[in-house]
Nanobody, 123 residues
Framework: QLQLVESGGGLVQPGGSLRLSCTPS????????IGWFRQAPGMEREVVSC????????TYAESTKARFTISRDNTKNTVYLQMDSLKPEDTGVYYC????????????????WGQGTQVTVSS
């Protein structure tokens, strides 16, 4: 089973920053759209941001626009999520996921997932 590996989560104070990384275990990312999702306790998983194959399209949830930046470095086979001006409501487990070519905000359409990394925003 092909998987993704997330890293970079942690505890940060409100207003702080974190950068999450997403790297595949056994395949290259350049043919895939990569989405970042998050899930807070008791809540459904929601899309945070997505970058399509070849950076053709980038999308953000309304709640993360102007604060989060998604990018991909195909030379390092890694996708990043830079999170700035973090708020307590950004707390949750963050997952990256891959699907062929195009972004979607529907998590069942993604084929490969990571195990998640915890982000906690608290003073």
């Amino acid at each position: 089973q092909l998987q993704l590996v997330e890293s970079g989560g942690g505890l940060v104070q409100p207003g702080g920053s974190l950068r999450l990384s997403c790297t595949p275990s056994e395949f290259t990312l350049d043919a895939y759209a990569i989405g970042w999702f998050r899930q807070a306790p008791g809540m459904e998983r929601e899309v945070v941001s997505c970058v399509s194959k070849n950076n053709g399209r980038i999308t953000y949830a309304e709640s993360t626009k102007a604060r989060f930046t998604i990018s991909r470095d195909n030379t390092k086979n890694t996708v990043y999520l830079q999170m700035d001006s973090l708020k307590p409501e950004d707390t949750g487990v963050y997952y990256c996921a891959a699907r062929r070519k195009y972004c979607s905000d529907r998590s069942p359409l993604y084929s490969y997932w990571g195990q998640g990394t915890q982000v906690t925003v608290s003073s």
